[in-house]
């Protein structure tokens, strides 16, 4: 599109935009009238003006260039410069005057045009020594003659009132509508951090306000969020429901297995029912990960290094690696560790170490699990992160069961906080990199 460049510039937020709209028409309005303003005054009501002037100017140089001597040309001039208000002085000597004004004197460009083009024989106009003034230099007979005018005779008095007041009213009448305007988008903000909230698993206190659009649109987002919230607590109820009742005939599985003479057939049915269990459990774990904890101001690092130690403890293969940032952040701790406890067993089932990373930034926290194990191709890395998959040409399944439900139990914990799981190549280890992004 011809515009697309434009979007560049406009403001992004909602308060900036709607702002843009209400001064756009505003200034535009006021530059408008400004233009036609200046065009009506500064030009057609000056030019008459001077015209006026320059009768009086004609008369007065017509009597001057008339006397038959330099007395009678003063006589004449003492005759007529007080009913003419003019104060004018005859020199004996060329004054090497220019036409002078200051740059922003828009009437003084149009009273110099149109006095040379009314008066005869003007060497020079100056405004710039008194702006209450015009300093008129004319050729006459005996000599120049030095002319002082009132500028009120060739253009209104303080022109700018009118362009000061209409700015000041339209700066007061824009701030009104601001406050107005803030009251309602006011309404909408609250909405959006009410779905942002929820976005990342917190319940944020909202009631609808606002113009009628803006209430049915939080009526119908609390609406979707109970709606969910049901949909969530019937789901991790019927899977609990599920688990408790497969619970009890594996239990009697194991117990009857064990009554019988052990030998390799039932020591395979045993490995079976452990597998049966395991798979419960993680099939739980995933139904339940929306639903872990609360979200509560926490230390990210120190979380992850209460992991990395006790998983160090455990005797495994577990390696703090780059810590970089300090600080606290809302977080769901029990799922975060949840999830981090999948990734570093993930990474162990595959490779032979792990290595376990932080890094906090103003806006975002990035938490990294790398290992040495053949990892997971670029073209596979999407479908790794769907529930029950489970990639058996991109990791070896011989190196200890899964069940395909960790990459998607961490991803899941990620959305629920607004953030996101990446899979890529570990550039220290040159197996799997595994970045859990957050937002902070």
Do not use: C
């Amino acid at each position: 599109m011809k515009f697309n460049w434009l979007k560049r510039y406009l403001p992004r937020g909602l308060y900036g935009r709607a702002a843009l709209i209400l001064l756009a028409p505003i200034i535009s309005l006021q530059l408008l009238v400004s233009v036609a303003f200046i065009q009506r005054h500064f030009e057609d009501v000056t030019q008459q003006m001077t015209r006026s002037l320059a009768l009086d100017l004609s008369l007065l140089l017509d009597e001057i260039n008339t006397a038959e001597t330099l007395a009678d040309a003063d006589r004449r001039i003492a005759h007529l410069a007080g009913p003419l208000q003019l104060n004018v002085t005859l020199l004996d000597k060329s004054s090497g005057q220019i036409d002078r004004r200051v740059f922003y004197d828009l009437s003084g460009r149009i009273v110099i045009s149109t006095l040379r083009e009314r008066v005869a024989g003007v060497v020079a106009v100056n405004f710039s020594d008194d702006f209450r003034r015009v300093n008129l230099w004319v050729d006459t007979r005996y000599g120049e003659a030095h002319i002082v005018i009132n500028r009120a005779r060739v253009s209104a008095s303080n022109p700018h009132q009118f362009l000061v007041l209409m700015g000041f009213f339209g700066a007061l009448m824009t701030l009104v509508a601001y406050f107005f305007l803030r009251n309602q988008l006011r309404p909408i903000r609250r909405l959006a951090h009410a779905a942002e909230g929820f976005g990342k698993g917190r319940i944020v206190d909202y009631r609808p306000s606002g113009a009628t659009e803006v209430r049915s649109a939080g009526n119908a987002f609390l609406d979707m969020r109970g709606r969910i919230e049901r949909q969530i607590e019937q789901r991790t109820l019927m899977l609990s429901g599920v688990s408790h009742d497969l619970r009890t005939p594996i239990t009697r599985l194991r117990l009857g297995l064990s009554l019988i003479e052990q030998g390799p057939e039932t020591e395979a049915l045993q490995r079976d029912v452990e597998d049966m269990e395991r798979l419960l459990d993680e099939f739980l774990a995933f139904a339940r990960s929306d639903a872990l904890d609360d979200p509560t101001q926490t230390d990210p690092v120190a979380l992850v290094r209460a992991v990395v130690d006790r998983r160090s403890a455990a005797h495994e293969a577990v390696m703090m690696g780059v810590v970089q940032g300090e600080g606290s952040a809302m977080i769901r701790p029990v799922a975060i560790e949840r999830a981090l406890d999948n990734l570093i067993g993930n990474a162990l089932r595959y490779g032979k170490q792990a290595l376990v990373g932080v890094v906090l930034s103003d806006r975002a926290i990035k938490i990294s699990v790398q290992d040495d194990g053949p990892g997971i191709p670029a073209d596979l890395r999407l479908e790794a992160l769907k529930p029950f998959v489970r990639l058996d040409t991109a990791r070896n399944q011989d190196r200890g069961p899964g069940v395909g439900l960790g990459l998607a139990i961490a991803h899941d914990i990620a959305r629920s906080h607004g953030g996101t799981l990446r899979l890529g190549e570990s550039q220290e280890l040159g197996g799997l990199l595994v970045d859990l992004v957050l937002p902070r």
